[in-house]
């Protein structure tokens, strides 16, 4: 069991940007970003795979958020930029020992492990 710790959450204006964490105690090969906003189902933000790439995005976030990994440091990055109100919500780190695809990443029942998540608020 892999644990995950999310950081870097808070409140910000529409237009701001976030960078949210994720420390693993140990390397995976997959890593994604999901959120949960309240009365919502959880939703895959963003995931990478095989260490480096590639990377997949939902169409919410494309060209707005960014997803990176420093392996040496079993760190994954969610940048998220113009944030908009519709970007808040609990933000969860989830990885997993195998490969993801274009058709699994953004599927909760992939990841085995998932962090505590941390809060993102836009405001208008």
């Known amino acids: 069991q892999v644990h995950l710790v999310e950081s870097g959450g808070g409140s910000v204006q529409a237009g701001g940007s976030l960078i949210l964490s994720c420390i693993a105690s140990?390397?995976?090969?997959?890593i994604a970003w999901f959120r949960q906003a309240p009365g919502k189902e959880r939703e895959g933000v963003a995931g990478?795979?095989?260490?480096?790439?590639?990377?997949y995005y939902a169409d919410s976030v494309k060209g707005r958020f960014n997803i990176s990994r420093d392996a040496g440091k079993n760190t994954a990055y969610l940048q998220m930029l113009r944030l908009e109100p519709e970007d808040s919500a609990m933000y969860y780190c989830?990885?997993?020992?195998?490969?993801?695809?274009?058709?699994?990443?953004?599927?909760?029942?992939?990841?085995?492990?998932w962090g505590q998540g941390t809060r993102v608020t836009v405001s208008a």
């Open positions: 989830a990885a997993e020992f195998q490969p993801t695809s274009r058709d699994t990443w953004y599927r909760q029942s992939t990841y085995g492990n």
């Open positions: 140990e390397f995976t090969i997959a």
């Open positions: 990478i795979t095989n260490g480096g790439g590639p990377m």
